[in-house]
């Protein structure tokens, strides 16, 4: 789809139509392959081109701040979206990870997080597993404690992601 068709929809106050064209297009082809590419290099270039989108559905100017339209609008960056996935998928495959207290018997503050194992080439540790239990280990107790039960940590990890906007790695691990 073209960003002119999409302007042209945007200028006759069609944001609601938008927001679910945004959301069948868009955002369904952006999820299709998020956890295998969502931390690499070109991922900038597909979430520029997601705020650029979301500047015509809402016509606002090029130069304007996406942070609070992602908000607005209920909408998850590219960076927030892959932490979402990324969690969802270490809580349905648990069976692929192991926790602090599996792997030894000291009792630590940080015996349910995942354990991540010794890993020296960084391919490895950019990969999905190794992301996956940095991902998550990084997240708050509150949301942690919900893994058991896939519903309510699906709504906290969205509720926690939209109000901050996670737009980078870095802003996620500070």
């Known amino acids: ?22 959301l069948v297009i868009v955002h369904s082809v952006i999820s299709y392959g998020i956890i295998l590419g969502g931390n690499q290099p070109y991922s900038d270039k597909i979430f520029k081109i997601k705020k650029r989108v979301i500047r015509i559905i809402i016509s606002s100017r090029p130069r304007d701040s996406c942070r609070e339209l992602f908000k607005n609008l209920e909408i998850l960056p590219l960076y927030s979206q892959y932490i979402y996935s990324i969690s969802i998928y270490v809580v349905k495959n648990k069976h692929l ?32 597993h190794y992301s996956a239990i940095k991902i998550f280990n990084n997240l708050l107790h509150e949301i942690k404690d919900l893994a058991n039960h896939i519903l309510p940590f699906r709504n906290a990890m969205k509720r926690f992601l939209l109000t901050n906007s996670f737009y980078n790695s870095k802003e996620y691990f500070n």
Do not use: D, E, W
């Open 97 to 128: 990870f192991y926790t602090n207290n599996q792997t030894h018997s000291i009792h630590t503050r940080f015996k349910t997080n995942l354990h991540p194992p010794t890993a020296n080439l960084t391919k490895f540790q950019k990969g999905v």
């Open 1 to 22: 789809m073209k960003y002119t068709n999409l302007r042209v929809y945007a200028r006759h106050g069609l944001c609601t139509p938008m927001h679910s064209l945004f």
